[in-house]
Every structure is written in C-alpha cells, then in structure tokens.
C-alpha cells in the first residue's frame, strides 16, 4: 500500500510540474501579446492561465503534505491535506474571476481598439492546441493515479482550450470586421472562470464534510460478501474517507445462529482481504446479526413484522431481525428515510408491532440511509 501511495505522489507531482511549465510559458506569452494588442480577453485567459499554474503548485504542496507518514496525532495519515489544498486552488480561482470580470466591465464601459499581428494569433492557435494536449495528459495522468484534483485541471484544461479558441475567434472577427467583441468575451470567460470556482469549492467542501459513499463501491463490497454461503446479508456500509484512495468501511452482515466466535473469525479475516484487494477499502470492522435457522415460527414473526415495518414510505429496509420465542423476545433494525423524524419513526412502528405482539419485548434500532 505505501508502494501504491508513492506511485500515486510521483505521477501527480510529475504531472503537475509539466502543467506548471506550459501554464506559466502561455500566460507569459498571452500576456505580452494582450499588452501589446490591448486585448482584455487575451489578457484574462493570461491571467486564467497564471491560475492554473498556481493551482498546480498548491496541488503538489498538498500532495507532499497527503503523502506524509501516519504519526500519534494523525493515526490514519494526512491525507485529507489534498482536500484543503483543493479550496485554497477554488479560492484562487474565484478570486482570479471575479477581478477578471471587474475588469471586463471596466473595458465595457471605456472599450480599447484591440491590435493583432499575425504573430500573435498563431501564438493564441498554439495555445488551443497546447492546452487539449495538455487536457488529455492531466486526465489520462489523473485516472492512473486515482487524482480527482488531476482529472479536474484536466477538464479544466480542455474547457480553456474551448476559451482561447472563442478569444481567437473574436481576434479573427476584428481583423476581418473591425468589429470588436473583446470586453464581452473577457466578461463571458470570467463568468466561466466564477462557475468552475464555485464547483470546485462545492466539491471539496462535500469531501470535507462527508458525503455519502460510492454506490458502485459499496456495490461490490456487498457483492464480495454475499458470495459467501455464510452471509445472508450485508447492511450498514459505513465508509470514511480519509484522502484520495484511503477509505475505511465498518458494516454489518447476517450469519446464521449456529456459527461459532471461530467460525466468524476466520470469515472476517478472509472478507477483510478480498474486500481490500479487489476494492482498495480497508474493513476495519464487522459486525455481526444473527438469524434463526431453528424454528419456522420465527420465519413467520419475521414475516409478519416485515410486512407492518414495510407498509410505510419512509422505512426502506428492516434488517438484523432475530425473535427468542422462549424468551418472548425481538429485536431488529430499521432504515429510515430523511423525510421522518427517527423518534417518530421508532415510536409508530413499536406501538404497531406490540399491538401485533404484545407478550414480547421489543428492541428496535433506527438506522439512517447512509449508504
């Protein structure tokens, strides 16, 4: 696994420095051709360009911090350092479209005739050309290396290639024209530059705050499990994202009442291992809910409750259900929608199944859909 992360650290550094020397040379160039020609829109997509070379230093900070060895403090590594670095880059770049589009306006209401030379459009052509290439690579890079920060400056990328070819047009527009949609254009990139900030900082705050787990992910962990003659089921997927390519999961799974604490040992462990190697999730925990096998009477409690649980809209799954007939005992989980209160929740479906069952003793847990 530290073989994997320093793999992952490699190609997202050697990555970034390529994306730093190609973003600084086109800003440098656009923006000497945007002074020269008083173009507002080649300046901006210079300055968008600056951006991006920025973000790619912050992301290569970010990475050395994420890679760093777990210590006391941070028992399960730094690696949410990629997170944090990710909207310092989104503040960077709204920050960079926001003064963008002041400026854009200000050209509006004072416009500057522009002044291309035939140098300076193959130079914004090459640009286009440049940053597809470059779009492509940072995908292709960010994919390999597992990089949501890498795949993003990729789209990024590619959609600047979309805006330096419209700057462009409007050079072509003016050269054949003398129309001038320069202030305009500038204005519409800043929007654009605005609207990928703002995803980006969304984005990243959902990491941070957490957000639920990848269903395909989730997916085929329960597929692992379930193809083990053992497990009935598998509810309760509890994954923790502690960085690019560090996930953690807890869940539950059914076992039949007559598996033994050894049984269940070795069945973990084997889990634990597949789950690892076919998914990249750690399984830190597994519980365990047993299920009658010794009485079809307990089958048609079961039933019965499932069928009073189910009735209504906002319980979606019960689970863990296991009755001690001799004990008169119950106990079961249920998942609830957000759309209800779990007290409530708890409150309706235990007074309906007492009234069903009233010599038992019910024990019932309300689960949220978490996964």
Not at 19 to 31: E, Q, S, Y
Not at 174 to 188: P, W, Y
Not at 287 to 295: L, P, Q
Request: charged share 25%.
């Amino acid at each position: 696994m530290e073989n994997m992360a320093i793999d992952r650290e490699k190609i997202i550094i050697q990555t970034s420095m390529i994306g730093i020397g190609a973003n600084v040379l086109l800003a440098a160039f656009k923006a000497v051709i945007g002074i020269l020609s008083h173009s507002i829109a080649v300046t901006l997509d210079a300055v968008n360009n600056l951006s991006d070379a920025l973000s790619s230093v912050i992301t290569i900070i970010g990475s050395k911090v994420a890679g760093r060895r777990p210590d006391r403090e941070h028992p399960l590594g730094h690696g949410r350092a990629e997170y944090l670095s990710a909207l310092i880059v989104a503040s960077i770049v709204l920050y960079a479209g926001f003064t963008s589009l002041f400026e854009s306006v200000k050209k509006i209401i004072h416009p500057e005739i522009p002044d291309y030379s035939i140098t300076s459009l193959v130079i914004i052509a090459a640009a286009v050309v440049v940053k597809i290439l470059l779009g492509r690579f940072f995908i292709s890079q960010g994919k390999k290396a597992h990089s949501g920060a890498l795949e993003a400056s990729g789209a990024d990328a590619s959609f600047d290639a979309i805006l330096s070819l419209s700057v462009l047009a409007c050079a072509i527009l003016f050269k054949l024209t003398g129309f001038s949609l320069e202030a305009f254009v500038g204005a519409a990139i800043s929007l654009f530059i605005i609207k990928s900030g703002f995803e980006m900082m969304t984005d990243t705050l959902d990491d941070i705050l957490g957000k639920r787990a990848d269903a395909e992910t989730v997916r085929k962990i329960k597929q692992i499990l379930t193809e083990e003659p053992e497990i009935r089921g598998v509810y309760d997927v509890f994954v923790n994202n502690y960085g690019p390519g560090r996930d953690y999961a807890s869940l539950h799974v059914e076992l039949p009442d007559t598996m033994d604490v050894e049984q269940v040992d070795i069945l973990t462990r084997k889990v634990q291992k597949r789950v690892f190697l076919e998914t990249g999730v750690i399984l830190t925990g597994m519980g365990v809910y047993s299920y009658n096998t010794r009485s079809e009477e307990a089958g048609r409690i079961r039933n019965k409750v499932m069928e009073l649980v189910l009735r209504h809209e906002w319980a979606l799954q019960l689970h863990g259900f296991y009755v001690d007939i001799e004990k008169k005992e119950m106990r079961f989980d249920v998942v609830m929608s957000f759309d209800i209160d779990p007290k409530v929740g708890i409150e309706q479906i235990c007074g309906e199944v007492q009234k069903e069952f009233p010599d038992y003793k019910l024990r019932i847990v309300s689960d949220i859909d978490i996964a």
